[in-house]
């Protein structure tokens, strides 16, 4: 019954390869993130998704492409993946009440490794 | 823009001693505040929050934090540190932005070392 769970763990693949991350959130939340944890440990947001609909883009390059099928799914696509690429991504769900959010729930991170 | 401030990026104590992590934060409206944890090869796991209650939160594995506006602090401590405490420790702020959303900013982490 993980909250939030994202496929694969790990994903190691050449440069100029297409892949995609998949999550998906039971908790309900109407929020969803995609985080990159870059090799100093920053975490950076790239896109959020609020019920299917993105509302944050960050400067992410367009070879980066989020896809939300339905508030529960949030998954990630990289086209044409360079070695700068590697990193550990997260997806995150939250829920922002008129009482202040709940926090924010992380999956367990995907290491992509670009070689 | 908010922004975080982790002081430490790197703290050691020993097992049995008190932890302090220093966090500073800028806001511009009225900011929700966490503390995560991530151990090695981990996902990230929450440890407390504060969202406008009580100043002084409690989270778990015996954590707490207080929020001091005047300071514009949010330091987590733990009066005895376990073994099994040894991790990364993020400091994360959350708040409107101008543009009318929600953003999330984190801290760049404390490496947190615990001797036996």
């Known amino acids: 019954d993980t909250a939030v769970s994202q496929t694969p763990k790990y994903l190691v693949t050449q440069m100029g390869n297409d892949k995609s991350i998949k999550c998906e959130q039971n908790?309900?939340?109407?929020?969803m993130y995609w985080y990159k944890q870059d090799s100093k440990k920053f975490l950076k947001i790239m896109f959020s998704?609020?019920?299917?609909?993105?509302?944050i883009n960050e400067t992410v390059p367009n070879r980066f492409s989020p896809k939300s099928p339905d508030k529960a799914h949030l998954n990630l696509h990289i086209n044409s993946l360079e070695l700068g690429d590697s990193a550990v991504y997260f997806c995150?769900?939250?829920?922002?009440?008129?009482?202040?959010?709940?926090?924010?729930?992380f999956g367990s991170g995907t290491r992509l490794t670009v070689v | 823009a908010q922004s975080v401030t982790q002081l430490d990026s790197h703290v050691s104590v020993s097992e049995g001693t008190p932890v302090l992590l220093r966090c500073n934060y800028s806001?511009?409206?009225?900011?929700?505040l966490f503390w995560y944890v991530q151990h090695p090869n981990k996902g990230l796991q929450l440890l407390l929050k504060?969202?406008?209650?009580?100043?002084l939160v409690k989270g778990i594995n015996g954590f707490e934090a207080e929020f001091k506006k005047s300071e514009t602090s949010f330091h987590l401590t733990k009066p005895s540190a376990h073994m099994s405490d040894a991790a990364e420790y993020f400091c994360?702020?959350?708040?409107?932005?101008?543009?009318?959303?929600?953003?999330?900013?984190f801290g760049s982490g404390t490496r947190l070392q615990v001797q036996p």
């Open positions: 908790l309900g939340h109407d929020t």
């Open positions: 504060y969202t406008s209650a009580a100043t």
């Open positions: 994360v702020v959350s708040d409107w932005e101008d543009t009318g959303r929600r953003a999330l900013t």
């Open positions: 998704y609020n019920n299917k609909e993105l509302i």
């Open positions: 806001s511009s409206y009225s900011p929700s």
């Open positions: 995150a769900s939250s829920q922002i009440r008129t009482t202040g959010e709940d926090g924010y729930t």
